[in-house]
């Protein structure tokens, strides 16, 4: 159940957009996320300009995906709106054919993933992925994920580079498959109620 197209999109809102976990999305969670990106961007010191620069983003994508799943225009997006907007604009379609809002904020996921500025997501950085959202008892959950997630291509290179990234996400909210590798993007899942 933890795999399912449906649990996986859950996980998204839950995990990744809803900072303030309060059941929807809204403007306040994109005004959050554009505190929280700038302060792990920036190992934790502040930046006027980085904050800027991210409060604009997230001020765009706020209003985009408002457009895109907003359906009864009350300022809120809850998680079956969001469901009915992946599925419209993005089941079946490549990261190239995504919406803008969506593209962004799969690039800047990826920034605040790679902590060491490398371009590439390796077993460390993913661990601290994993763990910044659920609990986990054993390491080994985390590193059977990544293994299951990483092609060998990925491991020569040490990691996963942003097009990859971008190709995982896109397969992670789109392909019903719950035996895609995609499935293992955000480390062994929970079940979302």
């Not at 859950?10 to 302060?39: H, P, Q, S, W």
């Not at 992946?86 to 690039?107: E, L, M, R, W, Y």
Request: glycine share 6%.
């Amino acid at each position: 159940m933890a795999y399912t197209w449906d649990n996986r999109v859950k996980y998204v809102v839950r995990y990744m957009y809803d900072i303030d976990n309060n059941g929807f999305l809204d403007k306040n969670d994109f005004e959050c996320l554009a505190v929280k990106n700038t302060l792990i961007e920036c190992r934790g010191e502040w930046s006027a300009e980085k904050y800027a620069a991210n409060q604009k983003i997230m001020s765009n994508l706020w209003n985009e995906i408002a457009e895109l799943a907003d359906f009864n225009k009350d300022g809120e997006v809850t998680v079956e709106e969001f469901k009915q907007a992946v599925q419209k604009h993005c089941n079946g379609k490549p990261f190239g054919d995504f919406p803008s809002a969506f593209k962004t904020f799969i690039a800047n996921q990826f920034k605040t993933i790679d902590v060491n500025g490398d371009g590439l997501v390796g077993v460390d950085e993913y661990r601290l992925d994993c763990i910044s959202r659920s609990a986990f008892s054993c390491i080994k959950e985390i590193d059977d994920a990544y293994n299951l997630l990483c092609t060998e291509e990925d491991k020569k290179a040490g990691g996963i580079n942003i097009a990859r990234y971008q190709e995982l996400y896109a397969q992670f909210i789109s392909n019903p498959d719950e035996k895609c590798n995609a499935v293992y993007l955000f480390g062994p899942l929970k079940e979302v109620v």
